[in-house]
């Protein structure tokens, strides 16, 4: 039969008084139990836990009366989370460097915050606009017909066939839109785009006449002046995307994968979804008094209207990095480290009588401060002992 932990507490007289920590992590969390160490005869461990000094039966029956209060929660079997806090920013994904060639003047720029989309108008040069286009290869040539098709071929051939039939200006019969030539279609199609335009039908696109972005550009910064060159660059812009962008600690980066559930708590207080679409993998050393290296990790927000207006946001995020179904659950601060390794938990049974049922520990939800635990006789019907709040 198992000693009682009053029995055990009776020789422990002698024990070190002073708090000590223990720190234990797995993949998904990490949990701390400190307390007072208490030496427990004949066993030849010690019990780390503050909850250990309270209301206890002595081994005669009588009370012995310490100075911390307890209390005692019941064991539960629910799902489980393992949770990572952090600050982020909320803002917008992408960062684009538009950059204009070296010939004409600048005629019409636009404004700081105005969105452009596809086939509409970046800016002007020489009163003729240069249109956007989707795409992630630069434009880097002139863009004309050949005496064959395969003469003008390539990813930014690709790109515009793609374009021309996503705006209209031709059918995906008569232009394949994942052609990379440059045909007569796609010289048909440019006419049309020219004709809307309100430019001369040429068929044929100069270099400097469309600009290739990823997606809809945001205007974030105008470099160029109205009367000025063409040249070099003229704007800065993001994507339309709202993204969350957190400096992750970079001993944490095992823990956070893309495709991670996030909730992002904005600066009102209301909690909107996310899902974490990268993680970095070159840590950035820290400056200043924060020395701590870090990683940058991506969310996006699954509701593209959420904290509309703001940017540049200061918000708290939450990860979720694992998740147990009918996990048997304690609360942290019900563990007790012992000094050869491992955890307990502290089980009040009938009559007033208590023992220790060494424990192993699965997820740690930080944010709820519970712990996923097994152990020999552990159930849901038992309470454990936990320091009175």
């Given amino acids: 039969m198992k000693p009682t932990l009053d029995e055990r507490n009776s020789d422990a007289a002698t024990a070190d008084p002073q708090p000590t920590r223990r720190r234990r992590r797995n993949r998904k969390g990490m949990a701390a139990a400190m307390g007072a160490v208490i030496m427990l005869g004949g066993a030849g461990i010690a019990v780390v836990g503050s909850h250990l000094a309270g209301q206890r039966p002595s081994a005669s029956g009588g009370a012995q009366d310490n100075s911390a209060a307890v209390t005692t929660v019941p064991?539960?079997?629910?799902?489980?989370?393992?949770?990572?806090?952090?600050?982020?920013?909320?803002?917008?994904?992408?960062?684009?460097?538009?950059?204009?060639?070296?010939?004409?003047?600048?005629?019409?720029?636009?404004?700081a915050g105005q969105v452009i989309r596809q086939g509409q108008e970046l800016y002007g040069v020489n009163g003729t606009p240069v249109v956007l286009l989707y795409g992630t290869e630069p434009a880097y040539r002139d863009l004309a017909a050949g005496t064959y098709a395969s003469d003008v071929a390539g990813q930014d051939v690709r790109q515009l066939n793609r374009d021309l039939v996503a705006l209209g200006y031709a059918s995906g019969t008569g232009l394949d839109p994942s052609s990379d030539e440059f045909t007569w279609a796609?010289?048909?199609?440019?006419?049309?785009?020219?004709?809307?335009?309100?430019?001369?039908?040429?068929?044929?696109?100069?270099?400097?006449?469309?600009?290739?972005?990823?997606?809809?550009?945001?205007v974030t910064n105008v470099t160029a002046a109205l009367g000025g060159p063409a040249g070099g660059h003229v704007l800065q812009a993001t994507s339309t995307n709202r993204q969350v962008r957190v400096d992750l600690n970079a001993a944490l980066q095992s823990q956070v994968q893309a495709g991670d559930r996030a909730t992002i708590t904005l600066p009102d207080?209301?909690?909107?979804?996310?899902?974490?679409?990268?993680?970095?993998?070159?840590?950035?050393?820290?400056?200043?008094?924060?020395?701590?290296?870090?990683?940058?990790?991506?969310?996006?927000?699954?509701?593209?209207?959420?904290?509309?207006?703001?940017?540049?946001?200061?918000?708290?995020?939450?990860?979720?990095?694992?998740?147990?179904?009918?996990a048997l659950v304690v609360p942290v601060s019900a563990l007790l480290a012992l000094a050869g390794g491992g955890y307990a938990v502290e089980v009040a049974g009938t009559?007033?009588?208590?023992?220790?049922?060494p424990v192993s520990t699965g997820l740690f939800d930080d944010s709820d401060g519970l712990v996923q635990v097994t152990g020999t006789g552990l159930a849901t019907a038992q309470r454990v002992v936990v320091p009175a709040s």
Avoid at 205 to 213: E, H, N
Avoid at 351 to 357: K, N, T
């Fill in 186 to 218: 796609t010289q048909a199609a440019i006419k049309h785009l020219q004709e809307h335009l309100g430019v001369p039908q040429t068929g044929e696109l100069d270099l400097g006449q469309v600009v290739f972005l990823p997606g809809a550009a945001r």
């Fill in 269 to 326: 207080g209301h909690i909107t979804p996310g899902v974490v679409t990268s993680v970095g993998t070159v840590a950035t050393p820290g400056s200043g008094a924060n020395s701590t290296p870090t990683i940058p990790v991506a969310i996006s927000l699954t509701d593209s209207k959420a904290g509309a207006g703001l940017d540049q946001a200061a918000v708290q995020v939450t990860i979720t990095t694992a998740t147990v179904q009918g």
């Fill in 351 to 357: 009559g007033g009588r208590h023992e220790l049922v």
């Fill in 75 to 111: 064991v539960a079997r629910r799902a489980l989370s393992s949770r990572t806090n952090v600050a982020g920013t909320l803002g917008h994904a992408g960062s684009y460097t538009v950059l204009g060639q070296p010939n004409g003047t600048i005629t019409w720029l636009p404004s």
